[in-house]
C-alpha cells in the first residue's frame, strides 16, 4: 500500500481539530506539564520553514509528556498588536484589525498543516479587548503600588499613604525619583489633593516622568533599543534621534537585585544568564558630589581664588566604582542631555555645545555605546570643585556618556581608565599620575584591583580596597557623597505614539493621571480617520473624536464634551491640551498607547485560565499550572521580553495574584535555520549573465535570485528568472552545457534575499511529518544550520520506509507472532536512545535513531504487532500522522497521543550467547554461538559433536581442550 502522506495529514489534522484531542484540563489528576512557545507576531508574510523549528521541538516535547502520563499544556496565540500593522494601515489605508485578522489566519493555516498539538481552545490575542482588559488592569495595580526597599516587595499606595499621614516620608525606604523632599505629616495634611498626586506620582511603579527617547520622526513615535539597527528603524531603516518627552515609565529599576538573584533559581542556559546580569549591571561603589564653581570661565580664571555657588545650586553628582581614584580626576564629562548643561555652558561656548548637542540626538544608544574609537567633546566653559583638593575641575560633554546610564556624569580619571585617557589626550588635558610604578604614557589600563596608589598623601601606599573604604568614609563626613550599589538597569519607557496598541486605562484631572474604574474595563481603541500623528504632533488617538471619559456615566464620549484650556505657569495641562468642562465630568483621556512588550509580560498565564471574564487568571488555575516547566524562543528577547515578563510575574507575586516569583522554569533558546541563498553573475555594465563556473576576473556583479527558480543541481531556469525580473528579459546567459550554474551562500533566511522556504511547498511534496523530522534532522537545536532541500528526500525516504514495515505490498501485514530476539533487541535499543535524546533534547540524533532502527526490523524482516505497534508510539511525536495511522490500522480506536510511552527494559539488551573462536593448536579456524550460561563441559561437548571440529581433527582425539567461559575454545592436538 502506498504512502499517501496528504490524504493521512489531512485526515489526522480534521481527527484532532473534531476532537478537541489536545485540550488540557485545569482539574485533572495527572501530574501538569506546561510547554510555551514564544508568542508569534503574524506577519503578512507568513511563515517560513525557518519559523517552525522551535514550534516542532516544543511539539515534540509535549507529546511526550503526554505519553509519560503529564496532563500537558501546550497553548499558542499572536502578539497582535504592533508597529509592522499599523504602517501597513498608513500606506494602505485599511484597518490595522483587518489586516491582522488575516494574517492570523494565514499563520492558523500554515501552523496546523505542521501538525503541531496546541490546544487551541485557549488562543489568546493581545489586540482582543477581552486579552487587553487584563493588561489595562495590571497597568492599573501598577500605578496603584510602590516599592518597599525594606521588605524588598511591592505594596497597595494606600499604605504609603496612611504612612505619609501618620509619619511623613522620612523613614520611607522607597524606590521613587531622586528630588523627593522631605516632609512631615503635618505638611502632609495641609497639601491639596493635587499635591499630595503629584507627590505620589514618584513612589508609584508606574508614573509619569520625562525621559529621553528614541524618536522617529517618519514612524512617528517612540522605539525600544532593540527596534533600531545601526542608527535607523528596524522597520522601515528611518532615522532616528534622541528626544525629551513626557512618557509612562515602569520603575522596573527596583526589582534589580531581585532579577539579579534569582537567575540563580531558573534552569536557563548560562549565556541568556549573563545577557540578563550584563544588562542589569550590579555595581559597587559610592556616589560622588561635586559642587559647582562660577557660571563662567571668567569667574573661574579671576585673580583670586575661584568662589564656590551657592548651596542652593545644583551639585554634580557621579557613579564611581572606583572612588579611591578620586585624586586622578582632572575633568569632568556629562551626557550632553544632562539637565546641567544649559545652565552651567557658558556664553562663549554656547554655539558649540548646541552644536554638538543636535549632533548627539541623531545617534543611538547602542551606537554611542559601541563607538570606542570616536573620541569627540566639547568644553562647556564651567567648572566644578573637587571634593577633597578644593581644586577647579573642567567640565566637558561628550556622547560616550548616556544621560540614563548611572547619573549621566562620568569623573574622568585619564591615568585609570582608557576611554578617559584618549578623550585627555585627544583635548591635550591633564593626566595626573596617581599610580605607583605605572606609565600612564604606554596608555595602559592602570586603575586595576590592587594597584598601589602612591601620589597622594591621602592615600599613599593604600591598595585597592584599603583606599576604597577611606575615601567613602570622608566622603560621607563631609557631605560629599557615600556609599552605594548601583544598577545599569533603567526603568522602562512605556509609552508609545502609536494607534495600534493598548490603550491606557488612564484619564487627566488638572494635568493630573487618574484611572478608570476596573470594572469598566476594557477602555476600547477608537476609530480613526487617520494612524499618523495629528498636525499638531499629537499621537495618532488624537485623531479621534470620540476620545473622553465621562466620569459621572463611566463611558467614552465626544471630545465636543471638553474645552480648550491655556497652558499654566507650570505648563500642567492634559496630554491633549484640553480640560474638562467644570459641571459635566468629562475629561481627556491619554494619547499614547501601551508598547508591545505589555500584553506579552503575562500572556503564559492567560492560557491557563483563557476564558474567565472575572480575572486574568483564577486562584485554582494558577495554583495548578504554576508556571511554564518549558519554553522556547529566540535568544534575541535575552533582555526585553524575558526581562519585562520576570519583572511583572514578581510584581504580581508581590500583591498575592500570582503564586510564583518567576515565569519561565527552563528556557531554551533555538538556532537559526538558514537559508541557501542563490546567485547569478552579471558582467557589469553589460546585460549579460555568466554561468559560475564560466566566470574569468572579478568583473561581475552578483545578483540574487529566487531560490524557487534553481533546482536540486544548481541549474537555473533561465525563462522563469526573466519573467521574475523583466528588466532582464532580453539579456544574454552564458551557459555551461546548455545549462546556466548559479553560486550558492548560506545567508539569514529572508524575503529581501529571496532565499525563503515557504513550509506549504514542503507540506504539499513532502509532507508535514518529513518537515517535521528534517527540521530536527539537520542539526542540534540550539545551533544555527543552512537549509538545503535537497536533503529532504532522505528523511521522507525514511518515512515511506517505515510505512513499508507494516505493509505487505498493497496488504497491512502485521502479525500476532512473537518479535525475534534481534527485533526487540533492536526496539529497545531505540527505546533507550530515543528517550534520552528527547529529554537532552538532542532531537537531531533521535532521528538517526529512528533511520538506523527502521533499516534494522527491515533486515530482520519484522513485521511483529510486539514491536511495530510501541514503535508508532515512539515515533508519534515527531511524525505522528504516520503514526495516528498505523496505530489506526493496528486496530486502536483511541489516538496515539493517548497511548502509554513505550516502556524500556533493559534484559533484551542484555546478551544471551557468545561467539566463540574455536582455535585449534592456538589457530583460530571458526566461530561458534553458543548460549553465555552453558557449563565448560556442556561447551566442550557441544564444540567436540561440531562438524567442522571432527573435520579440523581427521580422526585423531585432542589431547586437552581449553575453555573459558564467555572467551575462548583451544583445542591442543
Given at each position: 500500500?502506498?504512502?499517501?502522506?496528504n490524504?493521512?495529514?489531512?485526515?489526522?489534522?480534521?481527527y484532532?481539530?473534531?476532537?478537541?484531542?489536545?485540550?488540557?484540563?485545569?482539574?485533572?489528576?495527572?501530574?501538569?506539564?506546561?510547554v510555551?512557545?514564544?508568542?508569534?507576531?503574524?506577519?503578512?508574510?507568513?511563515?517560513?520553514?525557518?519559523?517552525?523549528?522551535?514550534?516542532?521541538?516544543?511539539?515534540?516535547y509535549?507529546?511526550?509528556k503526554?505519553?509519560?502520563?503529564?496532563?500537558?499544556l501546550?497553548?499558542?496565540?499572536?502578539?497582535?498588536f504592533?508597529?509592522?500593522?499599523?504602517?501597513?494601515?498608513?500606506?494602505?489605508?485599511?484597518?490595522?484589525?483587518?489586516?491582522?485578522e488575516?494574517?492570523?489566519?494565514?499563520?492558523?493555516?500554515?501552523?496546523?498543516?505542521?501538525?503541531?498539538?496546541?490546544?487551541?481552545?485557549?488562543?489568546?490575542?493581545?489586540?482582543?479587548?477581552?486579552?487587553?482588559?487584563?493588561?489595562?488592569?495590571?497597568?492599573i495595580?501598577?500605578?496603584?503600588s510602590?516599592?518597599?526597599?525594606?521588605?524588598?516587595?511591592?505594596?497597595?499606595i494606600?499604605?504609603?499613604?496612611?504612612?505619609?499621614s501618620?509619619e511623613g516620608n522620612?523613614?520611607?525606604?522607597?524606590?521613587?525619583?531622586?528630588?523627593?523632599?522631605?516632609f512631615s505629616?503635618e505638611?502632609?495634611?495641609?497639601?491639596?489633593?493635587?499635591e499630595?498626586?503629584?507627590?505620589l506620582?514618584?513612589?508609584?511603579?508606574?508614573?509619569?516622568?520625562?525621559?529621553e527617547?528614541?524618536?522617529?520622526?517618519?514612524?512617528?513615535?517612540?522605539l525600544?533599543?532593540?527596534?533600531?539597527?545601526?542608527?535607523?528603524?528596524?522597520?522601515?531603516g528611518?532615522?532616528?534621534?534622541?528626544?525629551?518627552?513626557?512618557?509612562w515609565?515602569?520603575?522596573i529599576?527596583a526589582?534589580?537585585?531581585?532579577?539579579?538573584?534569582?537567575l540563580?533559581?531558573?534552569?536557563?542556559?548560562e549565556?541568556?544568564k549573563?545577557?540578563?546580569?550584563?544588562?542589569?549591571?550590579?555595581?559597587?561603589?559610592?556616589m560622588v558630589h561635586?559642587?559647582?564653581?562660577?557660571?563662567t570661565?571668567?569667574?573661574?580664571?579671576?585673580?583670586?581664588?575661584a568662589e564656590?555657588?551657592?548651596?542652593?545650586?545644583p551639585?554634580?553628582?557621579?557613579?564611581?566604582t572606583?572612588?579611591?581614584?578620586?585624586?586622578g580626576?582632572?575633568?569632568?564629562?556629562?551626557?550632553?542631555?544632562?539637565?546641567?548643561?544649559?545652565k552651567?555652558?557658558?556664553?562663549?561656548?554656547k554655539?558649540e555645545?548646541?552644536?554638538?548637542?543636535?549632533?548627539?540626538?541623531?545617534?543611538?544608544?547602542?551606537?554611542r555605546m559601541?563607538?570606542?574609537k570616536?573620541?569627540?567633546?566639547v568644553?562647556?566653559?564651567?567648572?566644578?570643585?573637587?571634593?577633597?583638593t578644593?581644586?577647579p575641575?573642567?567640565?566637558?560633554?561628550g556622547d560616550?556618556?548616556l544621560?540614563?546610564?548611572?547619573?549621566?556624569?562620568?569623573?574622568?580619571v585619564p591615568c585609570?581608565?582608557?576611554r578617559?585617557?584618549?578623550?585627555?589626550?585627544?583635548?591635550?588635558?591633564?593626566?595626573?599620575?596617581i599610580?605607583?610604578?605605572?606609565?600612564v604614557?604606554?596608555?595602559?589600563?592602570?586603575?586595576?584591583?590592587?594597584?598601589?596608589?602612591?601620589?597622594?598623601?591621602?592615600?599613599?601606599?593604600?591598595k585597592?580596597k584599603e583606599?576604597l573604604?577611606?575615601?567613602?568614609?570622608?566622603?560621607?563626613?563631609?557631605?560629599?557623597?557615600?556609599?552605594?550599589?548601583?544598577?545599569?538597569?533603567r526603568?522602562?519607557v512605556?509609552?508609545?505614539?502609536?494607534?495600534w496598541?493598548e490603550?491606557?486605562?488612564?484619564?487627566?484631572v488638572n494635568?493630573?493621571?487618574?484611572?478608570?474604574?476596573p470594572?469598566?474595563?476594557?477602555?476600547?481603541?477608537?476609530?480613526?480617520?487617520?494612524y499618523?500623528?495629528?498636525?499638531?504632533?499629537?499621537?495618532?488617538?488624537?485623531?479621534?473624536?470620540?476620545?473622553?471619559?465621562?466620569?459621572?456615566n463611566?463611558?467614552?464620549?465626544?471630545?465636543?464634551?471638553?474645552?480648550?484650556?491655556?497652558?499654566d505657569?507650570k505648563?500642567?495641562?492634559?496630554?491633549?491640551?484640553?480640560?474638562?468642562h467644570?459641571?459635566?465630568g468629562?475629561?481627556?483621556?491619554?494619547?499614547?498607547?501601551?508598547?508591545?512588550?505589555?500584553?506579552?509580560?503575562?500572556?503564559?498565564?492567560?492560557?491557563?485560565d483563557?476564558?474567565?471574564?472575572?480575572?486574568f487568571v483564577?486562584?485554582?488555575?494558577?495554583?495548578?499550572?504554576?508556571?511554564?516547566?518549558l519554553y522556547?524562543?529566540?535568544?534575541?528577547?535575552?533582555?526585553?521580553?524575558?526581562?519585562y515578563?520576570?519583572?511583572?510575574?514578581?510584581?504580581?507575586?508581590?500583591r498575592?495574584?500570582l503564586?510564583?516569583e518567576?515565569?519561565f522554569?527552563?528556557?531554551?533558546?533555538?538556532?537559526?535555520i538558514l537559508?541557501t541563498?542563490?546567485f547569478?553573475?552579471?558582467?557589469?555594465g553589460?546585460?549579460?549573465?555568466?554561468?559560475?563556473?564560466?566566470?574569468?576576473?572579478?568583473?561581475?556583479?552578483?545578483?540574487?535570485?529566487?531560490?524557487?527558480?534553481?533546482?536540486?543541481?544548481d541549474?537555473?531556469?533561465i525563462?522563469g528568472?526573466?519573467?521574475?525580473?523583466?528588466?532582464?528579459?532580453?539579456?544574454?546567459?552564458?551557459?555551461?552545457?546548455?545549462k546556466?550554474?548559479?553560486?550558492?551562500e548560506?545567508?539569514?533566511?529572508?524575503?529581501s534575499?529571496?532565499n525563503?522556504?515557504?513550509?506549504?511547498?514542503i507540506?504539499?511534496d513532502?509532507?508535514?511529518?518529513?518537515l517535521?523530522?528534517?527540521?530536527?534532522?539537520l542539526?542540534?537545536?540550539?545551533?544555527?544550520k543552512?537549509?538545503?532541500t535537497?536533503?529532504?528526500?532522505?528523511?521522507?525516504?525514511?518515512?515511506?520506509?517505515?510505512?513499508?514495515?507494516?505493509?505487505?505490498?498493497?496488504?497491512f501485514a502485521?502479525?500476532?507472532?512473537?518479535?525475534?530476539a534481534?527485533?526487540?533487541?533492536t526496539f529497545?535499543?531505540?527505546?533507550?536512545?530515543?528517550?534520552?535524546d528527547?529529554?537532552?533534547?538532542?532531537?537531531?540524533?533521535?532521528?538517526?535513531?529512528?533511520?538506523?532502527?527502521?533499516?534494522?526490523?527491515?533486515?530482520q524482516?519484522?513485521?511483529?504487532?510486539e514491536?511495530?505497534?510501541p514503535?508508532?508510539?515512539?515515533?508519534?511525536?515527531?511524525?505522528?500522522?504516520?503514526a495516528?495511522?498505523?496505530?489506526?490500522?493496528?486496530?486502536n480506536?483511541?489516538?496515539?497521543?493517548t497511548?502509554?510511552?513505550?516502556e524500556?527494559?533493559?534484559?533484551?539488551?542484555?546478551?544471551?550467547?557468545?561467539?566463540?573462536?574455536?582455535?585449534?593448536?592456538?589457530?583460530?579456524?571458526?566461530?561458534?554461538?553458543?548460549?553465555?550460561?552453558?557449563?565448560k563441559?556442556?561447551?566442550?561437548?557441544?564444540?567436540?559433536?561440531?562438524e567442522?571440529?571432527?573435520n579440523?581433527?581427521?580422526?585423531?582425539?585432542?589431547?586437552?581442550?581449553?575453555?573459558?567461559?564467555?572467551?575462548?575454545?583451544n583445542i591442543?592436538?
Open positions: 500500500m502506498s504512502y499517501h502522506f490524504k493521512i495529514e489531512e485526515k489526522w489534522q480534521k484532532w481539530a473534531k476532537n478537541q484531542t489536545f485540550q488540557a484540563k485545569n482539574d485533572s489528576d495527572k501530574p501538569k506539564y506546561y510555551l512557545d514564544m508568542f508569534p507576531y503574524p506577519s503578512g508574510a507568513g511563515l517560513h520553514v525557518g519559523h517552525p523549528l522551535g514550534y516542532i521541538a516544543s511539539d515534540i509535549a507529546r511526550f503526554r505519553h509519560k502520563g503529564f496532563n500537558v501546550h497553548p499558542q496565540g499572536y502578539d497582535s504592533g508597529l509592522p500593522a499599523e504602517q501597513y494601515a498608513i500606506q494602505t489605508g485599511q484597518h490595522p484589525a483587518v489586516t491582522t488575516n494574517n492570523i489566519a494565514r499563520y492558523r493555516e500554515q501552523l496546523d498543516k505542521i501538525g503541531f498539538s496546541f490546544d487551541w481552545s485557549r488562543e489568546v490575542r493581545t489586540s482582543d479587548p477581552d486579552y487587553y482588559k487584563w493588561t489595562q488592569w495590571i497597568f495595580q501598577l500605578f496603584e510602590w516599592y518597599d526597599l525594606e521588605a524588598e516587595k511591592s505594596r497597595p494606600t499604605e504609603l499613604e496612611k504612612t505619609f501618620s522620612s523613614r520611607v525606604n522607597a524606590a521613587c525619583d531622586d528630588d523627593i523632599e522631605e505629616a505638611d502632609w495634611k495641609t497639601y491639596s489633593e493635587d499630595k498626586e503629584r507627590i506620582l514618584k513612589y508609584r511603579l508606574t508614573y509619569l516622568a520625562e525621559a527617547v528614541n524618536w522617529c520622526p517618519q514612524l512617528g513615535t517612540v525600544a533599543n532593540d527596534e533600531i539597527v545601526n542608527g535607523v528603524s528596524e522597520r522601515g528611518y532615522p532616528v534621534v534622541r528626544k525629551k518627552m513626557t512618557q515609565s515602569m520603575r529599576s526589582f534589580s537585585e531581585r532579577l539579579l538573584q534569582d540563580n533559581k531558573i534552569d536557563w542556559t549565556s541568556l549573563e545577557s540578563q546580569r550584563n544588562w542589569i549591571g550590579k555595581s559597587v561603589g559610592a561635586f559642587n559647582l564653581y562660577g557660571e570661565l571668567k569667574q573661574v580664571q579671576g585673580d583670586g581664588p564656590l555657588v551657592s548651596a542652593s545650586q551639585k554634580i553628582s557621579v557613579f564611581t572606583r572612588p579611591d581614584t578620586i585624586f580626576v582632572s575633568f569632568m564629562t556629562l551626557a550632553p542631555e544632562h539637565d546641567l548643561v544649559e552651567i555652558t557658558t556664553e562663549d561656548q554655539a555645545v548646541q552644536a554638538y548637542i543636535e549632533a548627539t540626538a541623531k545617534r543611538s544608544e547602542r551606537e559601541a563607538d570606542v570616536t573620541i569627540s567633546g568644553f562647556t566653559g564651567a567648572y566644578a570643585e573637587h571634593p577633597f578644593k581644586e575641575v573642567p567640565i566637558w560633554i560616550y556618556v544621560a540614563g546610564y548611572g547619573t549621566g556624569a562620568v569623573m574622568a585609570g581608565d582608557q578617559d585617557h584618549d578623550f585627555a589626550r585627544h583635548f591635550d588635558l591633564p593626566i595626573p599620575n599610580f605607583e610604578n605605572v606609565d604614557s604606554q596608555e595602559a589600563y592602570a586603575g586595576k584591583e590592587g594597584t598601589v596608589i602612591a601620589n597622594s598623601d591621602f592615600l599613599s601606599g593604600l585597592y583606599a573604604q577611606k575615601v567613602i568614609l570622608e566622603l560621607e563626613k563631609t557631605g560629599h557623597g557615600y556609599g552605594k550599589t548601583n544598577y545599569r538597569l526603568d522602562a512605556f509609552s508609545r505614539q502609536r494607534y496598541g490603550p491606557f486605562p488612564v484619564y487627566y494635568g493630573l493621571p487618574k484611572m478608570i474604574d470594572k469598566h474595563l476594557p477602555l476600547r481603541l477608537p476609530e480613526v480617520e487617520k499618523l500623528p495629528t498636525e499638531t504632533g499629537e499621537p495618532p488617538l488624537g485623531n479621534a473624536s470620540d476620545w473622553a471619559w465621562d466620569t459621572k463611566n463611558k467614552v464620549v465626544s471630545n465636543k464634551m471638553l474645552k480648550q484650556v491655556q497652558h505657569e505648563g500642567d495641562v492634559t496630554p491633549s491640551g484640553v480640560e474638562a467644570e459641571d459635566n468629562v475629561y481627556p483621556l491619554e494619547l499614547n498607547t501601551m508598547p508591545g512588550w505589555a500584553g506579552s509580560s503575562w500572556y503564559l498565564f492567560r492560557y491557563m483563557a476564558g474567565n471574564p472575572d480575572k483564577s486562584e485554582e488555575a494558577q495554583k495548578y499550572w504554576e508556571n511554564v516547566d522556547i524562543g529566540g535568544s534575541e528577547h535575552a533582555t526585553g521580553h524575558l526581562l515578563s520576570r519583572f511583572w510575574t514578581k510584581f504580581l507575586h508581590d498575592g495574584y503564586t510564583v518567576e515565569p522554569k527552563k528556557l531554551i533558546n533555538q538556532g537559526m537559508g541563498s542563490a547569478v553573475y552579471r558582467l557589469e553589460e546585460n549579460v549573465f555568466v554561468s559560475k563556473n564560466q566566470i574569468k576576473g572579478n568583473n561581475v556583479q552578483p545578483i540574487h535570485a529566487d531560490v524557487s527558480l534553481v533546482n536540486a543541481s541549474e537555473l531556469d525563462e528568472f526573466k519573467k521574475w525580473r523583466p528588466e532582464f528579459a532580453d539579456a544574454k546567459f552564458l551557459t555551461e552545457d546548455g546556466y550554474i548559479v553560486g550558492r548560506v545567508e539569514k533566511m529572508s524575503k534575499k529571496y525563503v522556504v515557504n513550509p506549504d511547498d507540506c504539499e513532502y509532507g508535514a511529518d518529513t517535521r523530522m528534517y527540521e530536527m534532522f542539526g542540534p537545536l540550539e545551533q544555527a543552512p537549509w538545503n535537497a536533503g529532504i528526500t532522505g528523511v521522507h525516504n525514511f518515512l515511506k520506509k517505515l510505512w513499508k514495515l507494516y505493509h505487505n505490498g498493497e496488504e502485521v502479525s500476532d507472532d512473537k518479535a525475534s534481534d527485533s526487540l533487541k529497545h535499543k531505540t527505546i533507550k536512545k530515543v528517550t534520552e528527547i529529554e537532552e533534547f538532542s532531537f537531531n540524533t533521535s532521528v538517526s535513531t529512528f533511520m538506523i532502527c527502521v533499516n534494522e526490523l527491515t533486515a524482516r519484522c513485521n511483529s504487532r514491536v511495530l505497534e514503535l508508532a508510539v515512539l515515533i508519534a511525536p515527531y511524525a505522528p500522522h504516520i495516528e495511522e498505523l496505530w489506526e490500522k493496528l486496530g480506536s483511541e489516538s496515539v497521543s497511548a502509554k510511552y513505550p524500556y527494559q533493559e534484559k533484551y539488551l542484555v546478551e544471551s550467547k557468545k561467539n566463540y573462536p574455536v582455535s585449534f593448536n592456538g589457530k583460530m579456524r571458526f566461530t561458534m554461538e553458543l548460549p553465555l550460561d552453558m557449563s563441559d556442556e561447551i566442550e561437548k557441544n564444540v567436540l559433536e561440531d567442522r571440529t571432527k579440523q581433527l581427521d580422526g585423531s582425539t585432542p589431547k586437552k581442550v581449553i575453555v573459558v567461559p564467555g572467551k575462548i575454545v591442543v592436538v
